[in-house]
């Protein structure tokens, strides 16, 4: 296997606060990794460290065996991170289309012929092909998520960071989000997966990362983690399928 992602003892602090607190753990390529942790835990700001939106305060981010701690989020971009952001972030008054079209050309940069095929994979893959040509602000929740969801696959990563995609949705969206998460890992993309839908996440990932105050509380595969006495006493007494209050 090779090694796609090492974190390498990152730390984030703002202020006073250390939000992240030497966390160091390795994806391999292909690998789908989960991240489990409540609210604050510090897990959106690990996925800002490493799709390069936040500077480390130290520590390193290794991809593909370089150094991208010092590189701005648009060039990790380009070598193969893409994101999703907890809170989609469309732009309203554009298309579904051309929301799709902007991300495919702000990532890899390629031909509007490439970026053409690439958005229309990305559609068909996300199941938004019937709305291509709807504004964005009109979209209902779950074809925001999906929208939020093709926009980072049009930069066509091989790293896929997720933050909380799932949130908010019905059982039965869920289901179908689930559908589209395999199939994107089917085609080889390694994911980063953040989600307190711990049913929906165990049932896609090959490993859990388990993160509280910031700091990594256990690594494993999501049988032994959901089953740790440390997951027990971070989630005591909370119903992990609630969606949290945030
Ligand atoms: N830009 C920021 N400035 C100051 N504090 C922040 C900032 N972003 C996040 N935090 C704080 O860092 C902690 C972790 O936040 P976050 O990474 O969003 O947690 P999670 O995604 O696990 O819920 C929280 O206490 C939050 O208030
Ligand atoms: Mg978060």
Request: net charge negative.
């Given at each position: 296997?090779?090694m ?20 160091s ?6 690998e ?14 690990l996925?800002n ?11 390193r981010i290794?991809?593909?065996?370089q150094d ?9 971009c ?7 952001s ?16 902007l991300a495919a050309?702000?990532?890899?940069r ?23 040509n ?38 039965h ?10 199939q994107?890992r089917?085609?080889?993309?390694t ?17 859990i ?5 910031g700091?990594?509380l256990?690594?494993?595969t999501?049988d032994e ?8 006493q971070?989630y ?8 949290p209050?945030?």
């Amino acid at each position: 296997m090779t090694m796609l992602l090492k974190v390498d003892k990152a730390v984030k602090e703002f202020g006073a606060l250390r939000v992240c607190n030497e966390i160091s753990f390795e994806i391999q390529a292909g690998e789908a990794l989960g991240i489990l942790g409540p609210n604050g835990a510090g897990k959106t700001t690990l996925l800002n460290l490493i799709a390069g939106d936040l500077p480390l305060t130290s520590g390193r981010i290794l991809f593909n065996d370089q150094d991208v701690s010092g590189q701005p989020a648009n060039k990790r971009c380009t070598m193969g991170i893409g994101r999703t952001s907890q809170i989609p972030r469309p732009f309203t008054g554009m298309t579904v289309y051309e929301n799709v079209l902007l991300a495919a050309q702000y990532g890899r940069r390629k031909s509007e012929a490439d970026s053409y095929h690439v958005c229309r994979d990305v559609l068909a893959l996300t199941g938004l092909l019937p709305l291509w040509n709807t504004v964005a602000g009109n979209l209902r929740l779950l074809d925001r998520k999906r929208l939020e969801l093709a926009r980072a696959l049009a930069t066509q990563p091989s790293l896929l960071l997720l933050d909380e995609i799932a949130g908010g949705l019905t059982d039965h969206e869920v289901h179908d989000l689930l559908a589209i998460l395999r199939q994107i890992r089917a085609q080889g993309v390694t994911i980063i997966w953040i989600e307190h839908i711990v049913h929906a996440l165990v049932s896609v990932v090959d490993r859990i990362i388990a993160i509280d105050f910031g700091t990594l509380l256990i690594e494993g595969t999501p049988d032994e983690v959901i089953h740790s006495e440390t997951f027990r006493q971070v989630y005591f007494g909370i119903d992990t399928d609630l969606e949290p209050v945030t």
